[in-house]
């Protein structure tokens, strides 16, 4: 009967480069996929939005408000707004839009083109802070203003319940 002999035991070795490549493509997977969900949303006083248990993560958008007193693009009046209509500016009836918004709108776009602005790289969403209370035709009205002016794509903003 022949008997084995036991070989000298070796000190093992790790393979760290391996090891660190794994760690680094790990490290760049997560890095790429988390998002982070901060939005500046400046909310008006007078501003009551709708309740939802949806659970959407923000993007970079343009904020459009429509307050019971007034419409705002990023901060900056476009028009008044009394009894829940545009007031004290021009609507194109023909076309179904609000004149100054449709200019102000094109201006981003055309910035957005030149200067590739948005950080995500996707496609630019308004993000509409509609009042409640507002009656639809004045939203749906900017809605279609803000469509034609290149941004067909919206998201409401609502309080979560």
């Not at 609507?91 to 179904?96: A, S």
């Not at 509409?128 to 507002?134: E, G, P, R, S, T």
Request: positive net charge.
């Amino acid at each position: 009967m022949a008997i084995k002999r036991k070989e000298p035991e070796k000190p093992m070795n790790l393979n760290l480069t391996s090891m660190m490549d794994m760690f680094t493509i790990i490290l760049v997977f997560l890095v790429f996929s988390f998002s982070s969900q901060d939005q500046n949303l400046k909310l008006d006083t007078d501003l009551t939005l709708p309740e939802s248990t949806a659970a959407i993560p923000f993007k970079w958008a343009i904020n459009v408000n429509i307050t019971p007193t007034e419409l705002k693009v990023e901060g900056n009046q476009v028009a008044v707004i009394k009894k829940g209509k545009l007031a004290s500016v021009k609507i194109d009836r023909e076309k179904k839009r609000v004149t100054p918004l449709f200019n102000l709108l094109k201006k981003f776009k055309e910035i957005e083109n030149q200067e590739k602005i948005n950080p995500t790289g996707d496609e630019t969403v308004i993000s509409f802070q509609a009042d409640k209370n507002l009656p639809f035709e004045t939203i749906d009205l900017v809605m279609k203003t803000s469509a034609q002016a290149g941004y067909p794509n919206f998201r409401f903003v609502v309080m979560k319940k």
